[in-house]
């Protein structure tokens, strides 16, 4: 019964070639749709997944005052360890400066270099290729590196035992090759280093600091530990126990996080490049889901629509004794047969197009062919969408009362009309959401992009200060300054786009003595403010005029606003940092340091006496140029180090890559949803006009013109879209001011966004139904009214 059932709807199928192209393409374009967005979002809940011991391995993350940071102190973990019997182990990691390595000639600046205990091989599972797992941390000396690396460095050499020179000044011997890191892999690392080379030249691991949060430390829970929100709030309670008994004048909480929550948890002080966020998995996994439903509704509304060619072949198989769920089952085998043609179309678009999904959302997506759980899903979100999209066609046209239908009575068999309205509406309430987001997602990410961040962020690039840079720094001040290309320049710590440097060290007049709030710090020179052309709100930048400024600070408005002071009172008032006293000497304008999803925080900067990176402000048209001097003078004062430079705006823009991601996805798949409603109702207004076709050919006859029988095909369409604009817009109001409330600095939607919107959704409804009321109107009447 069965075999006939699929039968008849491969001829179904054949017999309307245009009804079925527009059907299967619109579920095939809804399921490759829906398909790849699927992907992603497992990719992004997938991370850090491939530990044996993923459920048991747990970050300590803090809150410092008003900061959130996953920083913390290197003495800790084994502290914890000693009075808690449910830590199994623990491991501490610190991330590198860029680290210039050397192997035979190859000589590279690696800044993917990490510190890490020797534990660490036995809470985390990367595989090791060569090597020893047990001792592979233990030589002080020693080193891990990923398989990329050691083809880099060594070719197809065996790398154990190889020596590779650090920083011009001491040997490390290559003890074992790593896989290369999967890409859903929180940690994204290409060397480990043993913590006990740092803990040679490192205060805080000699002593077992608990004050300075410079660690990242992990902790192996008990495999009886049940991970209940219960027990682990019990566990932080103990922790910070723990930590007081030690510093009891640090006002700190600490909160554990699962190793696998870590990528979609909210962003904070110290988190890698690369984090994800948990709303945008769900407002894709939405979209997914929204895509499906609107290829289901084309399904439904033709299948409906078309019942009066079915009638009679429904009413001859009643008649003949075929019962009702016999007819259903027929119907729903039709569905689930398109439905599985389609899935086919939709994996081989899948396959075809996902190298370029992977571009636009700089993933490593692949498809497993040999992956059971993968066809499964696959076979029953197919066998889904075939019952879903084919249940309400099923149940009304096996409902067919077969005297009327052989009687020719088919006035009532486009099926219920108010049903297909309401499928239409909600096509049409979804494309309009997708296009409101699409909107209001271009013009944030132009906001972000055009933004004065409070500095004059074009024509700056700078030159890390690696190797001899720092002690030959008045030699490199005096070469600058002679070239009219390099003469704009300014020596700064850190790079005012992404500030990581904190500390809760800092002290003021009637400072509340319980505060501890984290503060950043960046140390600038005396050009700081003219290079980057910022603003004073009142005071003076650093001066060579004044030989004490060495001691004295700059702060910016937000600094003084949590000091109790105002710009102007703020002027020679006592600043305390890290123990080091001086008086504020400038108040410089807010300017943003962070991306502005996160509001202006307060700043101190002191007098650069650390290094850290050349900043120099070229002229219009002469970049170039500037970076071939800068070249030569680098080659002349640091010879064994690279020449490596890179410009502040590309860093900027960096920082905003994933909200860029995310906007070019969306716009791929509002595309598709506003091109699938507009398929499904292309083809329900070539139905309804062939319905028409004798009632237009009497109008004509009588004397209508074409005008005013393209509006009566048209104002019906018009009517639906009306109704789905008047839903659409609270729903998109609320959408998209719920995403841009995670940015501290965002733009206000305007009602011309909802206005462009909805417009273009009745423009391009009209243009889809257009084509064929104006093919319908121009025929010649004569052919509408011939006799059957």
């Keep these: 019964m069965l075999k006939t059932y699929f039968k008849l709807a491969y001829r179904n199928i054949t017999k309307d070639k245009a009804y079925s192209i527009i059907n299967i393409s619109g579920l095939a374009i809804g399921l490759a749709s829906s398909i790849l967005i699927l992907l992603w979002v497992q990719n992004e809940l997938s991370y850090d997944k491939f530990h044996k011991n993923a459920g048991q391995i747990y970050r300590i993350a803090c809150d410092c005052g008003d900061s959130k940071t996953v920083g913390t102190p290197a003495g800790m973990p084994a502290g914890l360890k000693a009075e808690m019997p449910v830590i199994k182990n623990t491991v501490r990691i610190k991330p590198a400066n860029t680290t210039l390595l050397e192997a ?32 592979a941390l233990k030589q002080v000396d020693g080193a891990l590196l990923t398989q990329a690396m050691a083809t880099k ?10 020596i590779i020179r650090k920083d011009n000044k ?22 480990i280093l043993p913590m006990a080379s740092l803990a040679r030249t490192n205060d805080d691991l000699k002593n077992s600091v608990w004050s300075n949060f410079n660690f990242y430390d992990y902790l192996l829970l008990d495999k009886s530990f049940d991970p209940s929100v219960a027990n682990l709030s019990g566990l932080e309670k103990q922790m910070d126990q723990i930590f007081h008994k030690r510093d009891d004048g640090m006002k700190a909480t600490f909160h554990l996080q699962p190793l696998t929550q870590i990528h979609l948890a909210p962003e904070q002080l110290g988190d890698g490049p690369g ?21 289901c509704i084309n399904f439904m509304n033709l299948a409906t629509a078309r019942s009066a060619r079915r009638a009679k072949e429904i009413g001859l198989r009643k ?6 769920g016999q007819l259903i089952l027929q119907f729903l085998s039709e569905s689930v047969f398109i439905s599985f043609l389609s899935l086919f179309l939709a994996f081989v678009i899948v396959i075809l197009f996902l190298p370029v999904f992977n571009e636009l959302a700089n993933r490593k997506l692949s498809i497993n062919v040999m992956d059971v759980k993968l066809w499964l899903s696959l076979f029953g979100i197919a066998l889904l969408t075939g019952l879903v999209s084919g249940s309400y066609p099923a149940l009304f046209l096996s409902g067919f009362n077969p005297v009327k239908v052989l009687k020719g009575n088919v006035k009532s068999m486009g099926g219920n009309l108010l049903f297909r309205n309401t499928l239409v509406v909600t096509q049409f309430m979804v494309s309009i959401v997708l296009l409101v987001g699409t909107v209001v997602i271009y013009n944030q990410l132009k906001f972000i992009k055009e933004r004065n961040p409070g500095f004059e962020k074009a024509n700056l690039l700078y030159v890390p200060m690696t190797g001899d840079m720092w002690n030959k720094q008045q030699t490199l001040k005096d070469e600058l300054k002679q070239n009219p290309l390099t003469s704009d320049f300014t020596l700064i710590t850190d790079l005012p786009t992404n500030l990581g ?3 809760v060290s800092v002290e003021w007049d009637g400072k509340d003595p319980n505060s501890k709030l984290a503060i950043p710090v960046m140390a600038v020179n005396e050009d700081f403010t003219h290079t980057f052309r910022m603003k004073m709100a009142t005071g003076r ?27 102007n009172t703020a002027i020679g008032k006592p600043l305390t940092l890290w123990g080091n006293k001086g008086i504020i000497v400038g108040v410089v304008k807010d300017f943003n340091f962070k991306p502005v999803q996160q509001a202006i925080e307060p700043l101190v900067m002191p007098f650069n006496k650390m290094g850290g990176f050349t900043v120099i402000r070229t002229l219009p048209g002469k970049t170039s140029a500037t970076i071939q001097a800068l070249s030569t003078i680098s080659r002349e004062l640091n010879p064994a180090h690279p020449f490596k430079f890179d410009f502040l705006d590309q860093d900027l823009a960096n920082l905003y890559k994933g909200e860029q991601q995310m906007g070019n996805i969306f716009n791929l798949f509002a595309a598709l949803g506003i091109f699938i409603s507009c398929l499904g109702l292309y083809g329900l207004s070539a139905f309804m006009a062939e319905q028409r076709t004798k009632e237009i050919g009497v109008r004509k006859v009588l004397g209508a013109p074409i005008f005013s029988l393209v509006y009566l095909l048209s104002a019906g369409i018009t009517r639906l879209i009306l109704v789905a604009i008047c839903i659409a817009i609270p729903l998109s109001w609320y959408a998209v001011n719920s995403w841009l409330a995670g940015f501290a600095y965002h733009i206000n939607v305007s009602w011309v966004v909802f206005f462009i919107a909805s417009m273009a959704a009745l423009g391009i409804a009209w243009l889809t139904v257009s084509y064929e009321s104006i093919k319908a109107a121009t025929v010649n009447p004569i052919k509408s009214l011939r006799t059957e």
């Design 153 to 162: 460095y060594f070719g197809n050499e065996d790398p154990i035992g190889k």
């Design 501 to 503: 440097g904190w500390t």
């Design 275 to 295: 984090h994800g966020n948990a709303q945008y998995v769900s407002i894709f996994f939405i979209i997914a889901i929204l895509i499906l439903i609107v290829a």
């Design 170 to 191: 001491e040997n490390i011997i290559v003890t074992g090759v790593l896989a290369n890191i999967p890409a859903n892999s929180d940690l994204q690392f290409d060397f």
């Design 104 to 135: 035979g000639s190859k000589k590279f600046e690696e800044d993917n270099l990490f510190y890490a205990d020797e534990s660490f091989m036995d809470v985390f599972s990367f595989p090791l290729i060569k090597g020893d797992r047990a001792t």
């Design 319 to 324: 008649v003949a004794g075929a019962v009702r």
């Design 541 to 567: 930048s650093f001066s060579r005029a004044f030989k004490t400024d060495s001691g004295s600070y700059m702060i910016n408005e937000k600094m003084a606003g949590i000091m109790g002071l105002n710009a």
